[in-house]
């Protein structure tokens, strides 16, 4: 009798395997959930995807995506939001779904090229037609009297980025002085009239609202306010050093294994390196890692003296923990 | 706001313009300019007082995101934190069933004839879950169903990690595939033999359990009271207290090695449970393990004075098959129990096996959980809700070294001949939404006796109707 259990249930696997029922395209869909300036770059990548997966799989895939300050979008994933690829604005926040949420391995960086950033940006000044108040460089950012705006580094990656591009240029600037690096900082944020939570919230404060000299923007942030309000009315300002930012992606993995995305989610993500992925980066002023399409949007970007955030900050972890954990550098400039 | 402030900077523009005027018609430009100054500057406190009324305002609305919410929905009633680490969870199962014997076999000498038809309520059980600080769940639920209501569920579940969770109190022993089916979602109004009769039901105890490899491998290891053949802790009586003094082992692997992989082999689960424990110290008889039929009739029970007397050891491959509508499962047990009647000892192999088959009709993805319509039932809509057929063959072989010897020395008792039942079902579940089911299953069983003096046991035909309320 348990030979025929054995047998039947062999048969049955066999002649399901076998004949594998009307494989039919299906309709897949994917949360993306990201920082807050993609949504264009997402908008016009989202809909290639879409196209390039149906022809692929003959699956129609419908991408959703959902934008916030990259560290409140991390918060939010931790806390249930079922993202299937998280696309951040910087590595700690990815590191967070790993560490508080167990959502993704620790080794996450590892399983895409470039530590997973398919692309990456810098920070610069967008200021009003004519730069009335000659902001040049970061010390014409600290100076008294100049309204700066620049989101909440306690909620926004881009803010962070903003920090410590100004933290890196004191640095240089002081032969490595950490106080004096602390005391430049200070005074900028003495210049902020208001917080905003996310990157898109201070350019609205900026370029709608009317609000401030300068704007500390990611670059791509920048181009594109100049693009869409014309050069007429926004300029953008190179400082003298800035910071590469690397903005990660990655596959939810707790989230697509509940949701059998995985293939489709990881096909998302891969298709950002392919040659289409990378011009629909650069075309929305993101800094591609293609080199033809570095070559072909060459003269897009300028060229910009950077750090990283492994020198002089020794890696996300330390900066996180040394400016921007309560208590932080960052908590102590402001409430001053 | 923002317009009265508006006003208040066009005023003030305004008298800047002809204060201005003023001035400059008196050829004082540093004043115009002073003037221009403090209006630009003006302007900009009102700019930035209105943003920060109005990020105060997105703030306040994203703040009313954290408030504790009230949840009703498909699965249940829940109060919960915002981070919905705190929760607690009202949630039930109910199943009225209707049991019908058709064909009644009413010749004399015939076991099992003329059964009665009932209405009955088979499961009445309110549950009561929750989660503390994101990790600690519980969960509590009675059965009202039984003449004695007792308590089916209670137990707390510590989730430090994926792959190491804790959990403690009386559930169901990691061992029979359909038994880890939940009651509501089973595919038969009764589960097969493998689950019956041979794996054990719930027992009180505790197990190291989670899942590896992105949950393609789960795992439950377990120590507990100790069951008998398909028997469940707490089920004519107290929760506590064993009888049998030693512990019994549990260990259940369970692989999913194709899961997330958006192939065919998708839903290919295929695993092995295992239990183990010294019955020698057994305090009662094993008078009350009960080996009953589909229909829950009583086909086999050892006699009053049976006891355990060395190891009990039960081992059972299973499977499951999910692809679109489709779905198969198997399951194989076998039990091995050193049991004795005074001078009589015999090590007894018992076993049974189900391979059960599904299909849903209306097309939705089948699962091991329940059925989710597309539509749900709804005349003024038009949805039919989903339907799925089933089928399932099952058998009980009991060892007919039971059955060796006078009645005075074999270990079944008196009334107990049947050495074997071979079961076919068919089965009609609609599915009318997430959470109201109308099952039919018909199940006929042919019996076999163990002795040639005693005719087999009438064939049971059952049909059965659950139906069924879960949430």
Redesign the interface.
């Known amino acids: 009798m348990k030979t025929a259990f054995l047998s039947l249930s062999a048969l049955i696997a066999a002649l399901a395997f076998a004949n594998p029922l009307t494989v039919s395209a299906a309709e897949v869909s994917l949360l993306n959930v990201s920082y807050d300036p993609t949504r264009e770059l997402y908008q016009d990548f989202n809909a290639a995807f879409a196209k390039y997966w149906q022809a692929k799989a003959g699956d129609k895939v419908t991408v959703k995506a959902s934008h916030g300050g990259s560290g409140k979008q991390a918060r939010s994933i931790i806390d249930g939001l079922d993202a299937d690829v998280a696309t951040l604005a910087l590595a700690y926040d990815v590191d967070q779904l790993a560490d508080k949420g167990k959502l993704v391995p620790k080794d996450w960086q590892k399983r895409l090229p470039h530590n997973s950033s398919p692309y990456t940006s810098t920070i610069v000044f967008l200021v009003r037609k004519g730069n009335p108040k000659a902001i040049k460089d970061w010390d014409d950012v600290v100076k008294p009297g100049i309204s700066v705006i620049t989101p909440n580094p306690k909620t926004s990656g881009g803010a962070r980025w903003n920090y410590l591009a100004a933290w890196a240029y004191a640095l240089k600037k002081n032969n490595n002085d950490e106080a004096k690096a602390k005391e430049f900082v200070g005074k900028l944020y003495k210049n902020v009239p208001v917080l905003d939570t996310g990157a898109r919230g201070s350019t609205t404060t900026f370029v709608e609202r009317g609000i401030g000299d300068v704007l500390l923007a990611w670059e791509n942030e920048a181009f594109l306010a100049q693009k869409e309000l014309g050069p007429d009315k926004f300029e953008i300002v190179v400082p003298s050093l800035s910071i590469l930012a690397e903005p990660p992606v990655t596959v939810v993995d707790k989230v697509v294994d509940k949701r059998k995305t995985r293939a489709v989610a990881t096909a998302y993500l891969q298709y950002l390196y392919t040659e289409e992925g990378q011009e629909i980066a650069a075309k929305n002023y993101y800094r591609p890692r293609l080199e033809s399409v570095v070559k072909k949007y060459e003269k897009q970007f300028p060229k910009i003296n950077l750090v990283t955030i492994d020198s002089p900050f020794g890696g996300w972890q330390k900066a996180q923990a040394t400016h921007f954990a309560d208590g932080g550098v960052f908590d102590q400039i402001y409430q001053k | 706001m923002y317009l009265k402030r508006k006003k208040i900077t066009q005023l003030l523009i305004a008298s800047g313009v002809l204060l201005g005027s003023n001035f400059a018609f008196a050829n004082d430009n540093d004043e115009l300019e002073k003037l221009r100054t403090l209006v630009q500057e003006l302007d ?1 406190k009102v ?2 007082l ?3 009324s109005e ?1 105060a305002a ?1 703030e306040a609305v994203a703040k009313k995101k954290e408030t504790p919410v009230l949840v009703a929905s498909d699965k249940g009633f829940a109060l919960e934190s915002a ?2 680490k705190f929760q607690f969870k009202l949630s039930g199962l109910l199943q009225a069933d209707q049991r019908t014997f058709l064909d009644d076999d009413t010749t004399t000498g015939v076991a099992g004839g003329n059964l009665n038809d009932e209405y009955l309520l088979r499961r009445v059980r309110p549950t009561f879950s929750g989660t503390l600080f994101g990790i600690y769940d519980f969960r509590f639920t009675p059965d009202f169903a039984p003449n004695t209501p007792n308590v089916q569920d209670a137990f707390i579940n510590a989730r430090f ?2 792959w190491f969770k804790v959990q403690a109190g009386k559930f169901k022993v990691p061992g029979s595939l359909e038994r880890l089916q939940s009651g509501g979602d089973i595919r038969f109004v009764e589960r097969s033999y493998v689950a019956n009769a041979i794996l054990p039901n719930r027992d009180t105890g505790v197990q190291l359990h989670g899942d590896v490899l ?2 393609k491998l789960t795992y439950a290891a377990g120590i507990f009271d100790g069951q008998a053949d398909g028997g469940s802790s707490g089920t004519s009586g107290s929760n506590n207290g064993d009888s049998n003094k030693d512990k019994e082992y549990a260990l259940r692997v369970f692989a999913e090695p194709f ?4 192939t ?3 839903g290919l689960g295929l695993g092995i449970a295992g239990t183990t424990g010294d019955f020698s110290k057994t305090a009662g008889s094993l008078a009350n393990t009960n080996y009953r039929s589909a229909g829950q009739q009583t086909i086999f029970q050892y006699a009053a004075d049976v006891l355990g007397d060395g190891q009990q050891t039960r081992i059972s491959p299973q ?1 499951y ?1 999910y ?4 779905g ?1 499962i ?1 399951e ?1 047990a ?1 039990s091995s129990l050193d049991a004795k009647r005074g001078s009589n000892e015999a090590t007894l192999d018992n ?1 049974a ?1 189900q ?1 059960a ?1 599904t299909y849903v009709l209306t097309g939705e993805n089948n699962s091991f959980k329940s059925i989710a319509p597309k539509r749900d039932f709804d005349l003024e809509k038009g949805g039919w809700g989903a339907w799925e057929i089933a089928a399932r ?1 099952s ?1 009980l ?1 009991l060892d007919s070294r039971a059955f060796t010897g006078a009645a005075g020395v074999r270990f079944a008792n008196a009334a107990s001949t049947t050495k074997s039942a071979e079961s076919w079902a068919l089965g009609l579940n609609w599915y009318l939404n997430k959470n109201v089911k109308i099952q039919t299953t018909y199940e006929q069983t042919k019996f076999e006796s163990a002795l040639v003096n005693v005719r087999d046991r009438a064939d049971e035909k059952a049909l059965f109707t659950r139906f069924q309320v879960a949430f």
Not at chain 2, 259 to 262: P, V
Request: charged share 35%; no cysteine.
């Open positions: 900009q700019r930035v209105d943003r920060k990020l997105e981070d919905k990690t994926p992105n949950g899961k997330g992989s958006d065919i082999f998708d499977f098959y692809y679109g509508p489709f198969v198997g194989y076998k076993d096996w391979i088959a063959y058998e072989n």
